[in-house]
């Protein structure tokens, strides 16, 4: 029977290799060898090392998933593109995405609120650019849409955000024609609509003049 003949750490801290019959099988927590009871000399069965290879991959996907998602929030898209590129399988990764939303570690709703909030208040995108945004990184329409304020109030802020936009890049200066185009031209790549660029640049460059 196959017989588990080495458990090694690895050069990653809490990490172990199994290696079955002399042959390299898994690198593992030390909590997996712990749960599913390796030890040296242990003899499997066909079945059993077939499921421990399964639970293996599933681990190592978690694991990656994990480091992720230390790093900042991802989508769920996104955190499924990742762990793909890394080569994990797709039934591992979709068993992972499952388990991470369930712990509320992947959650697309809180995703796109914080994402929508940052945005508007650091980066000084427009409604526009982060819907295209969101969108890129795999997020619904509709979680999109609910994320996106869209009351009189928010349609204010908006415009006052362009006109910050462009006050903080300075007066209007002559030829107006021509920087008026050059500032429509930036709020349109920050991702405001075509209104409020064009009421932004008006009220902008009217205070310039008065």
Known sequence: ??????????RREGRVSVHVDGLFVAAV????????????GLELSAAQLSALRDDAGAEHVLADAYRLLAHRARSQGELVARLRAKGHSEPNVRAVIDRLSGEGLVDDRAFAAAFVADKRRLAGWGAGRIARELDRLGIEAAIVEAALPRSDEAAADELARARAALEHRGPARPPLDADRRRAYEFLMRRGYDTAVAYRAVREWSVAATD
Not at 29 to 40: A, C, D
Request: hydrophobic share 45%; net charge neutral; aromatic share 10%.
């Open 29 to 40: 927590g030390e909590s997996f060898v712990v749960g599913h009871g390796l030890f040296v």
């Open 1 to 10: 029977m196959p017989t588990v003949t080495a458990l090694r750490p690895t």
